[in-house]
């Protein structure tokens, strides 16, 4: 059973900075794209950024372009979104989700198609 657990979250003020990370358990990781997401109140659930199994490719949407960074350690069975240059506009709680694919070179950036997700963690961006 495929287990996704977010950590990392918290307060940031604008210009700030956090690391979010997303524990694997139950699978051989790197059958796993991974994807975050996130969801902002009254919003809708939206991609931020995506890697596939083997790390080799990577995908922003056009917001966090430049100041966030996904990465993944298949050894440890984890995977990062580095987020920098915090604005107001990116508090949400944020969301790993997970896709088992036989081809390590894929990743999904479309929510539907994710079947595991983590709980999420809440990130606030504030003076």
């Known amino acids: 059973q495929v287990q996704l657990v977010e950590s990392g979250g918290g307060l940031a003020p604008p210009g700030g900075s956090l690391r979010l990370s997303c524990a694997a358990s139950?699978?051989?990781?790197?059958?796993?794209?991974m994807t975050w997401f996130r969801q902002a109140p009254g919003k809708e659930r939206e991609f931020v950024a995506a890697?596939?199994?083997?790390?080799?490719?990577?995908g922003y949407t056009d917001s966090v372009k430049g100041r966030f960074t996904i990465t993944r350690d298949n050894a440890k069975n984890a995977v990062n979104l580095q987020m920098n240059s915090l604005v107001p506009e990116d508090t949400a709680v944020y969301y790993c989700?997970?896709?088992?694919?036989?081809?390590?070179?894929?990743?999904?950036?479309?929510?539907?198609?994710?079947?595991?997700w983590g709980n999420g963690t809440p990130v606030t961006v504030s003076a």
């Open positions: 989700a997970g896709r088992l694919t036989s081809n390590p070179a894929y990743y999904y950036t479309r929510s539907n198609y994710m079947p595991y």
């Open positions: 890697i596939s199994g083997n790390g080799g490719n990577l």
């Open positions: 139950g699978v051989t990781f790197d059958r796993l794209s």
